[in-house]
């Protein structure tokens, strides 16, 4: 392990845990192990999708904005409490994303259509709790850029149709993977990336250009009054991140400090 370089804003560490400060309170996070840092739990790896994206940009290639198409046929499912099969997770959330809610969101890249958080499969009504016919129901959650809300349509696997919308503000689930990588594109390309790019220089001996060439976990930050620079004042009422980047098959690098607010596009540093 090479010395830590202090002029770096970003540091490689080697340890498998780092000490995290979420808010005003310390919080302990253990990070993966290099073996398994490409199979994470609500901090995913920058997959092939973000990968194939950053190869077309960096070709000078676009991407190709996202269409509402048609509920797809039934596919193959499940039964009862069942966990929700990839033709139904595709199914329902093409249910979900209308014309009306796509013409009216924003995603993460700020192309229209709402930002995918996730599917799951809902819980039964009280009343349906002993009935083993009870209808399958998924609940499909959103987060729109356009105004920060959190979006959830709770449709019903049998009928097709959405039965419930709910919508939330300053509510920040947990960042996906096509959000990490958005947020790792950002500070990349923000002076103050020149640390991580610094560091992953240091590791590989190559030049940081995508968030193809790392493996990502993440955080959702919420502002503490008087704990960050102002650009971050509406870090929970926007959606913001910490990254923990890993050089693939290398080292974690060290941008705890660090902290991507994806609403307003914007990078800033704890003090």
Known sequence: ??????????????????????????????????????????????????????????????????????????????KGRDPLTDDEMKRVERIAVNRQLFNATENVEGERGPQRIGVDLAEPETAELDDPNAPRRADVTFYDYKDDTLVTKTVNLDTGKVEK?????????????????????????????????????????????????????SMVYRATPGAQPAVLDACGEHRCVRLFPKVKNGPWIDSRDLVIDLSARKVGKLG
């Open 1 to 78: 392990m090479r010395k830590i370089v202090h002029r770096h804003l970003g540091k490689v560490v080697a340890g498998a845990a780092i000490a995290v400060a979420g808010t005003a309170v310390m919080v302990g996070i253990t990070l993966p192990g290099s073996a398994g840092a490409d199979e994470q739990d609500g901090g995913s790896a920058a997959g092939t999708t973000a990968q194939e994206r950053a190869a077309l940009r960096e070709q000078g290639g676009a991407v190709r904005p996202g269409v509402v198409e048609r509920a797809p046929a039934q596919g193959e499912k499940g």
């Open 165 to 217: 919308t709910g919508t939330q503000h300053d509510v920040q689930p947990p960042i996906s993977r096509d959000e990490m990588t958005e947020a790792a594109e950002l500070l990349i390309a923000d002076p103050l990336g020149a640390g991580l790019k610094a560091d992953f220089k240091d590791a590989t001996g190559k030049e940081l250009a995508s968030p193809g060439q790392l493996m990502l976990n």
